[in-house]
């Protein structure tokens, strides 16, 4: 168990769609803390470098060019196994295969178009929250009362 940062990207089908919120509220619903939130219109080398582990891929070309089409909401999530958490909350990356109860499998039709990305593993989190918020002035250091409640503390944060 260890309070990790992951990188949550709400991608263009779901700002397109109107699903932010909806999205949105399962991770804060879940407990996951909020750090760090943005919407913007990212440039296709940014998404190079963040799908750079991808780029023999044959999709890959076509995965930055949806990605920069239109604008994204990039957020830092914070929470006990938050990588994991996030992972099994997006369902598997096919969206018509992902499980019912995870948002690709309730939200989603599309293997490409699969509404939100987040990281897979330490590493990941840390070089792509370099990439989407390497100002480290856009995350904000804060204590939700809420997590006290949302956690046994002595048992999960100490
Ligand atoms: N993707 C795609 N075709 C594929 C595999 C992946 O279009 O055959 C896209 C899809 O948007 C996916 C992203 O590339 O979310 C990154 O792929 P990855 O295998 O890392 O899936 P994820 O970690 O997002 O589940
Ligand atoms: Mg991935």
Redesign the pocket.
């Known amino acids: 168990m260890a309070v990790q940062r992951t990188l949550v990207l709400l991608k263009p089908d779901a700002v397109q769609r109107g699903l932010v919120g909806t999205i949105l509220a399962r991770f804060e619903q879940k407990g996951l803390k909020l750090v760090a939130l943005k919407l913007r219109q990212i440039p296709a080398s940014t998404f190079e470098k963040h799908?750079e582990p991808?780029k023999e891929?044959p999709?890959f070309a076509?995965?930055v060019k949806y990605m920069s089409s239109s604008p994204v909401v990039a957020l830092c999530l914070e929470g006990v196994d938050a990588i994991e958490v996030v992972r099994g909350m997006?369902g598997a990356?096919n969206s018509r295969k992902a499980a019912p109860g995870t948002i690709r499998g309730d939200l989603g039709m599309s293997?490409?178009?699969?509404l939100v990305?987040g990281s897979?593993s330490a590493e990941s989190a840390t070089r792509e929250l370099a990439i989407f918020f390497g100002d480290k002035s856009e995350l904000c250091e804060w204590s939700p009362v809420t997590t006290p409640w949302v956690y046994n503390v002595a048992e999960e944060l100490s």
């Open positions: 799908y991808h891929r999709f076509g995965l997006m990356t293997f490409s178009n699969n990305h897979d």
